[in-house]
């Protein structure tokens, strides 16, 4: 059973800082998100409209679990991610709903949110999911990189269309045995 999992308002290491999202974080991540490449393996693809992205930005904010990621040596706010989906019963947890700067895209970064959200989950998680639209190669392959194993196939509501998804589980164990010894 999973207990007392907390969000906690900051995570960081020497590359980023995960701060809770706020409201006044919604413009410079809009500047992030404005971009069409950024959503173009997304289902919702058009996610780079303004009134598209409020939706999915008023969305983060309630969720209480949303982050803003910050580039730790200059400040610049680089995308979001989020935990989700809290399952006490079968002590799992979410992560997703991320997004970078495109200049962000393939080094270290990702991983390296990853290595927090994960580290700090499996304090209290068992298993860490990870859900995956069908069509974002570039996603599937980050979550496999982590050791994630891609359990099952469904269909997810994406803005009043119906868009097939993967999800991918990875387990503590797996997690802490892949990372001994190793600094993201």
Not at 45 to 53: G, N
Not at 72 to 85: K, M, N, P, Q, V
Not at 123 to 134: K, M, N, Q, T
Request: with cysteine; proline share 2%.
């Amino acid at each position: 059973m999973m207990a007392g999992f907390n969000i906690p308002a900051e995570l960081r290491n020497d590359k980023l800082r995960l701060s809770l999202l706020k409201e006044g974080d919604f413009d410079l991540l809009y500047q992030v998100a404005a971009d069409p490449l950024v959503w173009e393996q997304h289902p919702c693809k058009d996610r780079y409209k303004e009134e598209v992205f409020r939706l999915f930005f008023e969305e983060a904010l309630r969720s209480a679990s949303a982050y803003a990621i910050f580039n730790a040596h200059t400040g610049e706010l680089i995308g979001s991610t989020r935990f989700y989906d809290l399952d006490k019963e079968h002590a799992q947890v979410a992560i997703g709903y991320t997004f970078f700067a495109r200049k962000y895209w393939g080094g270290v970064y990702n991983g390296a949110v990853k290595r927090l959200m994960l580290d700090h989950a499996f304090r209290f998680a068992d298993e860490v999911l990870f859900h995956v639209g069908a069509d974002n190669i570039r996603s599937q392959k980050a979550v496999l990189r982590l050791g994630a194993e891609k359990t099952k196939e469904f269909e997810r509501d994406a803005n009043g269309t119906k868009t097939s998804h993967y999800e991918y589980c990875l387990g503590k164990e797996a997690w802490l045995n892949r990372t001994a010894g190793i600094t993201i």
